[in-house]
């Protein structure tokens, strides 16, 4: 059974840092994309990273780019989302996905989801 669990959430302030992370078991996801997303409540869910799975590829959205990192471990099935300069608009509960077959910020083309880690930051 595909698991993937999702830790290092938090409550943090303004211009702080956080990394999340996600470890995945059940199957290996070396050769498959994987990415991370969040929601607010109230609100859908949104694409904040991904990453191709040889690492050398990554894609963040616009109100992340330059403040957020997206890395992994293929070797200990992990993958790590570093949130540096958080805003209090960065708060919502963050989602590992994985098993894409390319770098995408699309849901549908996620098929492992994790249930999730709050983050959130204060002014």
């Known amino acids: 059974q595909v698991q993937l669990v999702e830790s290092g959430g938090g409550l943090v302030q303004a211009g702080g840092s956080l990394r999340v992370s996600c470890v995945a078991s059940?199957?290996?996801?070396?050769?498959?994309?994987m990415g991370w997303f969040r929601q607010v409540p109230g609100k859908e869910r949104e694409f904040v990273a991904s990453?191709?799975?040889?690492?050398?590829?990554?894609y963040l959205s616009d109100s992340v780019g330059g403040r957020f990192t997206i890395s992994r471990d293929n070797a200990k099935n992990t993958v790590h989302l570093q949130m540096n300069s958080l805003k209090p608009e960065d708060t919502g509960i963050y989602y590992c996905?994985?098993?894409?077959?390319?770098?995408?910020?699309?849901?549908?083309?996620?098929?492992?989801w994790g249930q999730g880690t709050q983050v959130t930051v204060s002014t």
């Open positions: 996905a994985a098993g894409a077959t390319a770098i995408s910020g699309y849901e549908e083309h996620y098929p492992y």
């Open positions: 990453i191709g799975w040889s690492s050398g590829g990554t």
């Open positions: 059940g199957r290996t996801f070396s050769d498959s994309a």
